[in-house]
């Protein structure tokens, strides 16, 4: 049985920094792409940032790119979002997912999911 489970979030002011860890088990973690997302209420899911299953390459959103940086650490199956300067609209959701091998930005294309954790940014 695959779980995701993301920690690290909380509530913080703007221009505060907070570091988003999730913890894989039940699959092989080294062959899998794994991406943050978050949703604010009312809105769509969205991805943040993702990282290649060998933590070569990363893309960003725009949104956070310069603010975020996303890293992995195979042998401990856990994947990590640094993220810097937060502002108020970066208020969400975070989850973080996986699938096979590349990254990809759209929510669809991954097939594991985690249960999300609460970032609020008060202003």
């Known amino acids: 049985q695959v779980q995701l489970v993301e920690s690290g979030g909380g509530l913080v002011q703007a221009g505060g920094s907070l570091r988003l860890s999730c913890a894989a088990s039940?699959?092989?973690?080294?062959?899998?792409?794994m991406g943050w997302f978050r949703q604010a209420p009312g809105k769509e899911r969205e991805f943040v940032a993702g990282i290649s299953w060998r933590g070569i390459s990363a893309d960003y959103a725009d949104s956070v790119k310069g603010r975020c940086t996303i890293s992995r650490d195979n042998a401990k199956n856990t994947v990590n979002l640094q993220m810097n300067s937060l502002k108020p609209e970066d208020t969400a959701v975070y989850s973080c997912?996986?699938?096979?091998?590349?990254?990809?930005?759209?929510?669809?294309?991954?097939?594991?999911w985690g249960q999300g954790t609460q970032v609020t940014v008060s202003s």
């Open positions: 997912a996986a699938r096979r091998l590349s990254v990809a930005t759209t929510p669809v294309a991954y097939t594991y």
């Open positions: 039940g699959l092989t973690f080294s062959s899998y792409a």
